[in-house]
Each structure stands twice: as structure tokens, then as C-alpha cells.
């Protein structure tokens, strides 16, 4: 997920953390709630819920000296907020068991699973409250789940389930294991124009497709696509992506800073024109194996420099791939090449069916023959280990309650910091052959 970067984060007022977490992070953004999400209850509701809060906290759960350091449980109302997260209260039929972190989200780890019982895996992106609340991204998150259930493409990463529990959110998406894009750049640089006319096409293709349902994706990047056991790929991560229409305009700027388009590192206004430029931004780092302008940590020398570049094409591009890069990367949003229809007619893709069957037969030998290159195990980890998630309230490698999230069995086991010490995620299977999370006594 790429950040945003325009938000003014609160800081939370100065508590021992390793103590009451949960009241600390409630606290810290209860304006954020009430004026956001009190709103939405009735008067009445609402009006008994602020009264609660402004009453002192019950004795029972202020820090006693004697009484053994722990996590608060948030408040249980927060649930209401996430409809779209349902609790789940059927007991277990099937175990998942985790077989390791996969990576790093903005906000949790995301792990790949087994399924037990049909040996079919999944990826499960976690995502604590704690977190959630502190960053102001509640609806944010709630949104990314929205569009994934409303959205099905041959070229987007498919949302199976979303659950919660007490103290997390979880998101199970399918499993790509070949990985991401990204990785196989930094291990081959630039690939054969061939390579890049397919991948071109498919995220051509995705993009088409989510701005007629009227969505921004806004972090197109080659961290966020992943491929297939065929090399073909899938636009994942829809957590900075929003509902806008055609005419429509955003301001927030957000994504990943050296793919975003001029007018949103000024701060907008800006369109579904937007996402072309991040396009751009791909095919050229792809074809060439750097990006046109180096990234910088702060958006507003980033676009200095992205106003200052000529972004002349390099004597390898093809005069066909120099002018698709050429309309893609117009400052000018307008001028832009920013629709799915002129994409297609573009000479770079003479003889090229856009069915979707058809380019997945298009064989990716580069990647296939990549898949087995020693390095690429830690290429795609990227450094990410145990210890990124010291940041966490809920540290999911050393809390029991948070534990008792994935796997009720592990709250009364040793904790190790070890992955292979985690032995299984219970969960149960609706109706409709999705698995959904087990909550029982234990969870919390």
C-alpha cells in the first residue's frame, strides 16, 4: 500500500502503551469518532454514548500495580462501525494453518495460509483496530473491502472473505505464488518489449474496467501486481482506491511518490487520469529498468522534479513504445492518453487481442524461468522479518490476545518468535465454500 502522505496524523496524549493500548488509541481519536461515525447512530444512541465516554473511566480497568500488564479489549461498540467485517460465531469444522508471513502491510502482516482440508491456500492480510483507529483510516478500510466485493476482472486480485474479531480486521484474498512484479524487476531489469507489450495490455485492461465502475485504483506500482503460476497478472491492493465518476474530482494525495501524476503531488484537482500516469510511470521503469525520475521522500521537491523533467524516451524504445510512454506520461491531464478505447488503438499494440482468455495464453517465459533464481526467495521478502512488527499494539508475534485472533490453540501454547511456532488458524466453511474465521470463548 502506498502512503498517504497529506494527512495530519493526532498524537495520541502520553500513556503507558504496554498497558491500556486499546484505551489509549479510543481516547486519542474519539473527536475522529464522534463527529465521523456518532453521527450515523440515532440522537438518542449516540447522545448516551458520548455521556459514557465523558464518564470517568469504571475502576476496574485503570492500571493497578498488582494486576498483571496486558491489552485492553476497545470498546465494543466500535464493532458497529464494520458491518462489512462480520463477527463469526459458528464453531470450527476445518483448521488453517499458517505457513509464513508473506509481508508487511501499512497497517499489519499479511500471511499466507493452508487450507487443510482442501489443501488450497490463501493470503490473509491482518489489519489491528488499534492501528485502524490511530491513523484515521476506518473508512478507508471499509472502502477497500467494498470495492473488492463489487468488482470481478481476469486481471484483479480477487477478495474471497473479510471477517473481524475483537481486536482485528482480516482480509483473505487468493494466493498468488509466484509473487509480485516488483521482484522480478529488481532481479532481471528491464524486459523485452514483447514482456512489456502483455503486461501493458493486461493492466490496460484492469484499469478500462475499474474506471467504468467508477473507481481510482491510485497506487498502480509493481509491488501491487502480482502474477500468476503463468506469469500473468492480477492489480492487488485497493486499500488507497475510491469511488469517483466520470467528471469527478480527488484532492488527497496519496499513493506511492515516484508514480504519482503531477497534478496529484500538488495536491489535485485530479482524475482517473491519474492512474494512466502510474501506467506510464510502470511501462517506462519495465522497459528500461529505472524510473524516469529518481523518488524523493518529499512530495513537493518530488514534483519539482517531476515539472522539471523532460521525460525524453531512451534510443532503445521502439518508436511505437516511445509514443504509448510519451501520451501516457502528458502533464497535462487532458492531453493525456487516459482512456482504455485510445490504449488499445495505439501502434505498440498492433495485432494484439485484448481478450483476456487470449492474453493469458501468451506465454511469460522470463518469469517462469525467474521463479527458480536463488535470490528471488529473499528478493521478495525484501527484509521484511519478525521484527516489523514491533511497531504494533497488538504484536502479533508476541500477544496472547492477539494470538487467540488467529488461532485459539496458541493462547495457551509457548510463544516463540519463531513463524513455525504458529500451527494453525481455525475457521469454518459457509455455504458457499468460502472459509470464514472460528470465534469461540477464546478469541478475542
Known amino acids: 500500500m502506498g502512503a498517504n502522505v497529506d494527512k495530519d496524523k493526532r498524537q495520541s496524549p502520553s500513556v503507558d502503551r504496554s498497558t491500556v493500548p486499546g484505551w489509549q488509541v479510543f481516547l486519542s481519536v474519539s473527536g475522529v469518532l464522534r463527529n465521523r461515525h456518532l453521527s450515523a447512530l440515532s440522537q438518542p444512541t449516540s447522545r448516551r454514548m458520548l455521556q459514557d465516554r465523558q464518564s470517568s473511566i469504571p475502576e476496574s480497568l485503570l492500571p493497578d500495580p498488582e494486576r498483571p500488564r496486558m491489552e485492553w479489549t476497545l470498546p465494543g461498540f466500535i464493532s458497529l462501525f464494520l458491518p462489512e467485517f462480520p463477527h463469526r460465531n459458528f464453531p470450527g469444522q476445518f483448521n488453517f494453518q499458517i505457513l509464513e508471513l508473506i509481508a508487511k502491510g501499512s497497517f499489519g502482516p499479511i500471511l499466507k495460509v493452508k487450507d487443510c482440508s ?56 487468493d494466493y498468488c505464488s509466484t509473487g509480485d512484479l516488483y521482484t522480478y524487476w529488481t532481479l532481471n531489469g528491464q524486459f523485452e518489449e514483447a514482456e512489456v507489450r502483455v503486461y501493458a495490455a493486461e493492466l490496460g485492461c484492469a484499469l478500462g474496467f475499474l474506471h467504468d465502475f467508477g473507481i481510482m485504483h491510485r497506487d498502480v506500482k509493481m509491488e501491487n501486481v502480482l502474477l500468476t503460476d503463468q506469469g500473468h497478472l492480477r492489480l492487488a491492493d485497493f486499500g488507497l482506491s475510491r469511488r469517483l465518476e466520470r467528471g469527478g474530482r480527488a484532492y488527497t494525495i496519496c499513493g506511492t511518490i515516484q508514480y504519482m501524476a ?24 519495465l522497459a528500461t529498468g529505472k524510473f524516469p525520475v529518481p523518488p524523493e521522500a518529499n512530495h513537493g521537491r518530488m514534483l519539482g522534479r517531476v515539472r522539471r523533467c523532460t521525460y525524453e524516451m531512451p534510443d532503445t524504445f521502439s518508436q511505437s513504445l516511445s509514443l504509448l510512454v510519451t501520451d501516457l506520461l502528458c502533464k497535462t491531464p487532458l492531453q493525456r492518453l487516459h482512456c482504455l478505447e485510445r490504449f488499445k488503438m495505439q501502434r505498440f499494440f498492433f495485432g494484439t487481442s485484448f481478450d483476456s482468455q487470449l492474453l493469458q495464453k501468451r506465454p511469460m517465459e522470463l518469469i517462469l524461468e525467474l521463479k527458480n533464481h536463488p535470490d528471488r526467495p529473499e528478493k521478495a521478502r525484501r527484509g521484511v522479518t519478525e521484527d516489523a512488527f514491533q511497531s504494533f499494539d497488538y504484536d502479533l508475534f508476541s500477544s496472547l490476545s492477539a494470538l487467540s485472533d488467529l488461532s485459539p490453540t496458541l493462547a495457551n501454547a509457548e510463544m516463540s518468535q519463531d513463524l513455525t511456532g504458529y500451527e494453525s488458524l481455525h475457521m469454518w466453511h459457509s455455504h458457499n465454500g468460502l472459509p470464514h474465521v472460528e470465534r469461540n470463548a477464546t478469541f478475542v
Open 262 to 285: 503531477p497534478e496529484v503531488l500538488s495536491g489535485g484537482p485530479y482524475n482517473h487520469a491519474a492512474d494512466w500516469w502510474s501506467l506510464g510511470i510502470l511501462l517506462y521503469a
Open 118 to 173: 482442501g489443501e488450497k491456500i490463501y493470503a490473509v492480510k491482518v489489519l489491528p483496530k488499534s492501528e485502524i483507529l490511530k491513523h484515521g483510516v476506518l473508512e478507508q478500510s471499509k472502502e477497500e473491502v467494498i470495492i473488492q466485493r463489487q468488482v470481478r476482472h481476469p486481471f484483479l486480485h480477487n477478495l474471497l472473505d473479510c471477517w473481524q474479531t475483537q481486536r482485528h480486521l482480516f482480509i483473505m484474498c
